[in-house]
């Protein structure tokens, strides 16, 4: 069974940075796909970025330059540095372990508040 639990999150005033951080269980972490996503109120959960079990990532496009997204295996941990941050970036984000090539299933995190004021 895979738990994720993400901390992390908070207050911070635009042009400043947060760490995520998204710790799993279970024995697949390694083998899995992680990715971040975020909700902003009354819209949906949109991918901010990805990383593969080999390290190679991708982000969407209004994050890239200012989010980095790393993991470590030993840790069973992933993690999202959120550097320049815009008010538009406030939203919940959820912590992500795609499964569904052998499991056939995504697992997610209870999701940590991010707000930058303005």
């Known amino acids: 069974q895979v738990q994720l639990v993400e901390s992390g999150g908070g207050l911070v005033q635009a042009g400043g940075s947060l760490r995520l951080s998204c710790a799993a269980s279970?024995?697949?972490?390694?083998?899995?796909?992680m990715g971040w996503y975020r909700q902003a109120p009354g819209k949906q959960r949109d991918l901010v970025a990805r990383?593969?079990?080999?390290?190679?990532?991708n982000y969407v496009d209004s994050v890239k330059g200012r989010f980095t997204i790393s993991r470590d295996n030993a840790k069973k941990t992933v993690y999202l540095q959120m550097n320049s941050l815009k008010p538009e970036d406030t939203a919940v984000y959820y912590c992500?372990?795609?499964?569904?090539?052998?499991?056939?299933?995504?697992?997610w995190g209870q999701g940590t508040q991010v707000t930058v004021s303005s």
């Open positions: 279970g024995s697949i972490f390694s083998i899995s796909p």
């Open positions: 992500n372990l795609d499964s569904t090539s052998y499991l056939g299933r995504n697992y």
């Open positions: 990383i593969t079990s080999g390290g190679s990532t």
